[in-house]
């Protein structure tokens, strides 16, 4: 498996003079959570960073780390992400993690069980684009509720989604089967594109 981290986003929403990909939690940033936790799952073959022109600085942080930089427009997310997907599945007909970059309390653990769950169930999962979602209740509890509603029984994308790259086409993204895998666990629930998403993350990443 390869993963794939987007990080050419704007984040205008955080109304901060910083690249979304380098807000700081806890002194260090949002992307380095997240590729540590890729990192140390020891779960890919190849680790993936799509960035633009919105995010320069991220690219220049990025060196310390053994994977490859992919350039995307920057212009539109599933245009970015599109390309990204069409590029990566030159290296090999291998499912790819696709990660966002602002969720910076996911860890190794959680990682490994994602993808070993997706391994394991691998048979009903050809030819699909599984998302990894949560639900409603506790999306709730943690008074989260910006996230978008997945097409099942109040259950709502997390940003993580394995995708056969076989099923990828570069001019229609609505291609394809979705599944779900349900995964309530709040170290997937706090997406930070706001500064009260910040405060939440951080509350939670000191309990």
Known sequence: MHALVMA??????LGLNIEKPLVRLNGK???EYVLDALIQSSSFNRIFVSVSKNTPNTKACLSKYDLI???????DYVSDLLYSLNHISNHG???????????PLVDADLIRYIVSYYNYNHERYNNSWVAITLSGDLLRSLKLSDKPRAYSNDQYYSG???VDPDIVDASDCTLYKEEYILID???IAVNVN????????KMLSLT
């Open 185 to 187: 666990d709040i170290r």
């Open 93 to 103: 007909s291998e499912p790819i993690l696709i990660m966002p970059c602002d969720l």
């Open 194 to 201: 706001t500064l009260e998403d910040l405060k939440t993350a």
């Open 160 to 162: 993580i989604s394995i």
């Open 69 to 75: 930089v992919l350039h995307t427009s920057g212009d």
């Open 29 to 31: 940033a949002m992307i």
């Open 8 to 13: 050419g986003g704007r984040g205008s929403r």
